[in-house]
């Protein structure tokens, strides 16, 4: 079976993850810009960091045959200033053209400070502006659903956003229905430090279903790993449910929703067989 993690800092993975993914089946990534574990200094270090989200990264998945994207933004913690938040904005909208950028991402609220939703607001007009795809970073634990609240109104109010443009990802069972009540796709990070665990995670497909909901592992510099994906997809078949569920959930599903952006290559595998001839032993 192939995969795609939807979500995941390759700048902070060892070859070793590289050389796991391969085997295990990952064909490609995207990679949204994050924190790097420190906060930046000047604007110019933001473009070294999307020099090598567009340019050094790709090649290096490449050599394991792992197609990599990515996104560009400046993240929300370090949104929290605003006038260097402004000037890596500026830096943005040249690249937006380069063949493996996705859209505008990982943006959105950490600690839902007034600076943060300003930052926020202003790469939504990036994304507007230049029809871009989005992808959403919600806070962390006890300011996950109030923060959630705050990013599907700021986007729901923007007429130039479509929803079914817009991944709000770190979903947990509580701000899940938030999202898909919204048109929103919902992201489930298996991460089990501060997110969902693989049976938790699995827990909300059977719950909600998995229509428009995207699986990834955000592996960076903490606690986590691409292994997250696939130790998913092995609870979710020692469930019962069959490989062609499986496809639709790990493969079909980044595929829909990357695919509209023309530059994603991958393209969606056709599982109308009858779903019953692979059921889980």
């Known amino acids: 079976m192939q995969y795609i993690d939807p979500h995941i800092h390759c700048v902070s993975r060892t070859t070793d ?9 990952v064909v490609a990534v995207s990679e949204p810009a994050f924190w790097a574990g420190y906060d930046r200094s000047c604007a110019a270090s933001f473009g070294d960091y999307f020099r090598h989200l567009v340019d050094i990264e790709p090649k290096r998945a490449a050599k394991y045959g792992i197609d990599h994207y990515c996104w560009l933004c400046i993240n929300a913690k370090e949104a929290e200033n605003v006038e260097l938040g402004r ?3 500026k830096l943005i909208p040249p690249l937006l053209g380069q063949p493996t950028v996705l859209g505008i991402g ?5 600690k839902n400070t007034r600076n943060e939703i300003t ?4 790469q939504v007009e990036i994304a507007a502006t230049h029809d871009q795809l989005i992808l959403i970073h919600t806070p962390h634990l006890h300011d996950k659903h109030k923060g959630t609240a705050i990013i599907c109104d700021v986007l729901k109010n923007d007429r130039r956003i479509r929803p079914e443009r817009v991944l709000i ?5 509580h701000t899940i229905r938030m999202a898909r009540d919204h048109g929103f796709w919902a992201g489930l990070t298996v991460y089990p430090v501060t997110k969902v665990t693989p049976q938790r995670g699995c827990d909300i497909l059977e719950e909600f279903g998995t229509q428009m909901i995207c699986v990834n592992s955000a592996s960076d510099w903490g606690e986590s790993g691409p292994h ?5 997809c092995r609870e979710f078949r020692a469930r019962g449910h069959t490989t062609q569920e499986a496809i639709e959930v790990f493969y079909n599903n ?6 509209q952006n023309p530059k994603w290559k991958h393209r969606v595998i056709d599982t109308s067989e009858p779903a019953n001839t692979n059921r889980a032993r």
Not at 17 to 25: E, N, P, T, V
Not at 169 to 173: G, K, L, V
């Open 17 to 25: 993850d590289y050389i796991y993914m391969s085997r295990a089946g």
């Open 87 to 89: 000037e890596v904005i």
């Open 106 to 110: 990982e943006i959105g609220l950490n």
């Open 119 to 122: 930052i926020f607001e202003e």
């Open 169 to 173: 990802d770190h979903c947990e069972e």
């Open 228 to 232: 997250m994906l696939t130790d998913t």
């Open 254 to 259: 980044p595929c829909r929703f990357f695919g």
